[in-house]
């Protein structure tokens, strides 16, 4: 084996926290093989929206916006109230003081071009330190073809309308941007894609990093002290051996039932994910096998959705109908029990394991039908044969659907009354910012996300709860991204960035942004220390790296 093969840096996983530890190594001097079990690069945060949250970060500053770490550490606190001693106190002030010099670091060596997202403000409004427009940051529109023949190998979320931008989300709203859509030619990639795509071709510009997709990791290498000191991959042409420190950033779990029953308490019927077919928790897996704890959050805390079975790749799509006037989610029993336009109480209380909320169903109406259409169904248009029933009465409806026929129509009826002029006084839908801006109907009025169920004939379906590939349980990491043991002991050569590892940090909390934020910032901490860079948080040194000269993208073994 040669020198340069036993001295890599191994990243177990080509998502966006993958590829930047491999840019943050690189640059600084390391060789680098990135091993992913996928044919695509981009992982889940290629599925996702492409939203990063960081505090008091310099692009929200140069706009001339104020904010402050204390602010946001207050924000994180409130909002990882429900179970504080989940809150891992230092890996919480090591993302949060750390990440805005991240965000500016990966910038200043052109892994990304940030801009402020309009319109989106925190998710828990109400909670002390929440703040307006400015802690969302996303990526500049990137070209595909600035990507070359790897532009073919990125994953492209079938959640979001990509090559839109989130100031028509913010003008039309989601859905109708979705609509809207036009294909003029051209490759401007957006959300999740976008960002990745912007990480991906500054990876190409570095001749040190070694992208292998279709290389699945089945087994990590130690030596008699139990340091972890390589990998073993399984390639096309059999197994692949590398030598050196492993980084994992191989996201969550969701295409593994049986962590899914474990994690969650949630069967087949019931489940399903938006996230690639990939994340089947191979990080979990690995980092067990040589002595890594599991960190382990609440279902009732895990950022899942509402979601319903689709015929895109990931099999699961997840709205934003469910969200849209004209809706509402019911139990069994015909009742309704959560905002259920907003995640965060929907999985609350769905999840509540002394309630009765799953399995749960959509019921919507002829108005919510004419104006939205449902997942690839325009406005209108007829629905895929098996995936929704309908009748002519709610009574009716709910009895087809195996629901409580009699209480549903009290159900509709009670929530009509205040629907027709935009509001729910018994759970709150239309009252948080963050899912009106993001989520609802801008047209509508008097509120985006409120309106009666009324029109027949009407329409209903079973609903999965939905994964993101941010399960929030995960492998138990410090601060700094090493790999803790149950005696919280360091399993040495052996880090973990990225949704594979437990969203302690945030404990209890969740808000839109957090996975993708933390994994960049614990990339680069990961990244400097690997390079022997031992104050990454101080932002001296770090941003006098340079960008290397671009280098042909075909150097790169695939």
């Known amino acids: ?110 892994a990304i071009d940030w801009v402020v997202i309009p319109g989106l403000v925190d998710y828990h409004s109400e909670a002390e330190g929440a703040h307006g427009v400015g802690r969302y940051i996303t990526n500049a529109p990137i070209d595909g073809s600035s990507l070359g023949e790897w532009r073919a190998r990125l994953n492209i979320s079938p959640h979001f309308p990509v090559g839109v931008s989130y100031d028509e989300i913010v003008r039309k709203g989601r859905r109708q941007a979705l609509l809207d859509m036009a294909d003029d030619g051209s490759d401007p990639l957006t959300f999740g ?35 972890v000191v390589g990998a073993v991959a399984d390639g096309p042409g059999g197994p692949v051996e590398r030598r050196g420190p492993v980084v994992l950033a191989t996201s969550s779990y969701d295409r593994d039932q049986d962590k899914v029953r474990e994690f969650l308490g949630l069967e087949p019927e019931d489940w399903g994910s938006v996230a690639p077919r990939s994340l089947r928790g191979d990080g979990i897996d690995l980092a067990a ?145 963050f899912v009106a801006t993001y989520a609802g109907d801008p047209e509508h009025e008097p509120n985006a996300l409120v309106g009666a169920v009324a029109q027949a004939p009407f329409y209903g379906m079973r609903l999965r709860i939905v994964g993101t590939g941010i399960g929030s349980t995960g492998v138990r990491i410090g601060g700094d991204g090493h790999v803790l043991r149950e005696d919280g002991s360091t399993v040495e050569g052996l880090w973990a960035v990225g949704s594979v590892a437990a969203l302690l940090s945030s404990g209890s909390g969740y808000n839109s942004g957090f996975a993708l934020g933390r994994g960049l910032t614990l990339a680069y901490l990961v990244a400097h220390e690997l390079t022997g860079r031992s104050d990454p948080a101080g932002r001296g040194d770090d941003l006098e790296a340079q960008p290397c000269a671009r280098s042909d993208s075909d150097a790169l073994q695939s």
């Open 1 to 110: 084996m040669s020198a340069a093969e036993q001295d890599s840096v191994i990243v177990v996983g080509a998502g966006l926290a993958g590829l930047a530890t491999a840019i943050g190594a690189a640059v600084n001097g390391r060789r680098v093989t990135v091993f992913e079990a996928a044919e695509n690069v981009g992982g889940a945060a290629a599925y996702s929206g492409g939203q990063v949250w960081v505090g008091a970060n310099h692009v929200e500053a140069r706009e001339g916006i104020e904010d402050s770490l204390e602010e946001t550490e207050r924000y994180v606190r409130s909002i990882a109230h429900d179970v504080p001693e989940l809150l891992d106190e230092q890996a919480m002030q090591r993302w949060l003081t750390t990440a805005p010099a991240a965000a500016e670091y990966w910038e200043a060596i052109g």
């Open 193 to 227: 894609p976008g960002v990745v795509a912007w990480f991906l071709r500054r990876a190409l510009q570095e001749e040190a990093i070694e992208i292998l997709p279709g290389h699945r990791v089945t087994a990590l290498l130690t030596d008699h002290d139990d340091t």
């Open 289 to 433: 096998s040589v002595g890594g704890a599991i960190g382990r959050v609440p279902g009732t805390m895990v950022p899942m959705l509402p979601g319903w079975e689709d015929d895109n790749e990931p099999g699961f799509t997840y709205g934003p109908e469910y969200a849209l006037p004209h809706a509402i989610i019911v139990n069994r029993h015909g009742k309704r029990f959560c905002d259920d336009s907003y995640w965060v109480s929907f999985i609350h209380q769905a999840l509540d394991p002394e309630a009765d909320n799953v399995p749960c169903f959509l019921i919507w109406d002829s108005e919510h039908r004419r104006d939205y259409g449902l997942g690839k169904t325009p406005p209108g248009g007829e629905y895929p044969e098996g995936t929704v029933l309908s009748a002519p009465t709610i009574r009716e409806l709910g009895e087809r659907l195996g629901v409580d026929g009699s209480e549903l129509d009290r159900t509709v009826a009670r929530y009509n009354q205040h629907a027709v002029n935009g509001e729910d006084p018994e759970y709150g839908r239309g009252t948080v910012p």
